[in-house]
């Protein structure tokens, strides 16, 4: 019993800081939620206390000003294509750079990997002004161009690590039976990969949705502009409207708890396998 009290003090401790912890991540949650379901004046008079009386009058009117229902087709639009091109292209970008034992596969990979380290917002003035230079501002072209390129290091170095651990067995059973190397890599190599896919949608997924500068300088103001970029039209020179900004901050959350919590096992499980190798 001796040895085991100091033990049990270190699981109580541990258990109170995770709680605390929690609580600190809630926290903002609960502002979000409390202030969204108030009108102007109790907000401003009680930010934190409970609602006297529950009100959805500042999701309809977010819902009607904003236009949030075009908004949400653009961010349901730019994403899954963003997310479904970052599958493709980083799948297979990963699967040439692990099988390839050469000095041009490594230094390709070593730039994938500065991708990670270099801010995205150093590029941001020379590729907006690339996209004007296009015609492609104001659209979902230079968006979903934008996103790709953002989240394509990450996705190469995730689909690489599993890539490298894969016995080469399988492939060669595939080059036997006739099969070239791209049907080997779709029928064989890609359904292994199932895991890391998982945690590139959902990763890559909620970048994307939550992605806020980017959206605002290409289609910021146009009936193209993502979530996020309408919400912040709440947000005024000189005055905010804080029920109609977190009502909106709030329906552009909702559906990324949806799809996390449908995806979070595969994710997780997906991550650890990413990290072998």
Known sequence: MRASKPRL?????????????AL?????????????LKDPQEASASPLALPSSVSLDNYVEAWRRAELGGAMMSSVVVA????ALL?????????????RATRLSFGLFVLFLLG???PTQLGMVPLYQLMHDAGMLRTWTSLIIAQVGQQLPLTVFL??????ALP???EEAAYVDGAGPLTAFRRVVFPMLRPITGTVIVLSGINI???????????????????PAAVYSFRGEYTTEWGLLFAGMMISILPVLVGYFLLQKRMMRGFASGLKG
């Open 168 to 170: 080469r067995e399988y």
């Open 116 to 118: 990670l380290m270099i």
């Open 87 to 99: 599958v493709l292209l980083g799948s297979f970008a990963a699967y040439v750079l692990a099988r």
């Open 159 to 164: 689909y690489a690590g599993l890539t490298r």
């Open 24 to 36: 600190a991540f809630a926290f903002p949650a609960y502002v979000f939620l409390n202030v969204s």
């Open 80 to 83: 899954v294509i963003s997310v």
């Open 209 to 227: 949705w939550n992605e806020f500068l980017l959206p605002l300088l290409y289609t910021g103001g146009s009936a193209q502009q993502t979530l």
């Open 9 to 21: 003090l270190r699981l109580g401790a541990g258990e109170l800081v995770m709680v605390l912890v």
